[in-house]
């Protein structure tokens, strides 16, 4: 609420200034240098203002997940260069001064996020990382893969997509694929969940597998199918100590040689831990 504030205050500051005073500056000669300097302030002032705006309303509605502290510096970094740009139209050094600080070190964290994440921040703000794409493709990734394994999660509780997966493995078993699904001891809500909702849809029992039973054949796997899962699929378990979920068993599905996540959303799990 801040930035959205920040924002459409500096683009009526900018805009009524302007107004104000730029047609005095190009009426005299001596000024013209000035009124130049001028509209130029304002229109970067109303064009950063302008994306600091539209851009909190974009995250408060639709970004979600690890993105979001970046998203939120990054918004922040363009609030001081907007209150910057106010300073200059207002002739106000503090304001100046202060909002190239806000400026600055919003970049500079925004950097920092970006370099602790291993990303790049026009890879956060264009969202090319864990974004949706093109279903054709992944078709085309699960006909060409022999060995499948699929690992349902509470989403797929959620969106009763039992069914529609059980035709799935029947037209990739007619397709000579073998699919088999992984269950997590705590997959769902409560145990065995998974288990009767994939029982209910017609899917056969021996390729249904628990989690100890089907861990050792991930790296062998081509392709692997998360849907709907997160906690239970978190290579943080093992491999960040400091993880809240550090010593929890969990599905090895990093090991195999691809894995598709089909997610609702970027929203973490339900231990609120962002999956890497």
Known sequence: MNLFLVGIAAVLTCVANYAIE????????ELFAAGNLMKTVAYLGTW?????????????????????????????????????AEGFMLNNSLMT????????????????MCRAMNRSLPNVIMGGYGTS????????????????????????CVAKAQYPLAELVKILGKQGKRVRFAIHPVAGRMPGQLNVLLAEAGVP???????????????????VLVIGAN???????EEDPNSVLAGMPV????LSKKVIMVKRSLGVGYAAVDNP
Not at 23 to 28: G, H, Q, S, V, Y
Not at 205 to 223: H, S
């Open 251 to 254: 599905l090895r599905v990093w």
């Open 22 to 29: 730029a047609p005095i500056l190009f009426a005299n000669k």
């Open 133 to 156: 794409s093109y279903a054709g493709g992944k078709a085309l990734t699960a006909t060409e893969a022999k060995d499948i394994i699929i690992v349902p999660g509470y989403g797929l």
């Open 231 to 237: 906690d239970t699929v978190n290579s943080a378990a």
């Open 48 to 84: 950063i203002g302008g994306v600091t705006f539209t851009g909190s309303l974009i995250a408060f509605g639709k970004l979600q997940g690890a993105d979001m502290p970046v998203v939120i510096t990054v918004l922040n970094s363009y609030s001081g260069w907007a209150l910057c």
């Open 205 to 223: 029992y021996d390729i249904v597998l628990e989690m100890d039973e089907i861990n050792p054949d991930f790296p062998k796997a081509d392709l």
């Open 97 to 112: 001064i202060v909002g190239a600080l806000i400026g600055s070190s919003g970049a500079i964290l925004s950097y920092i």
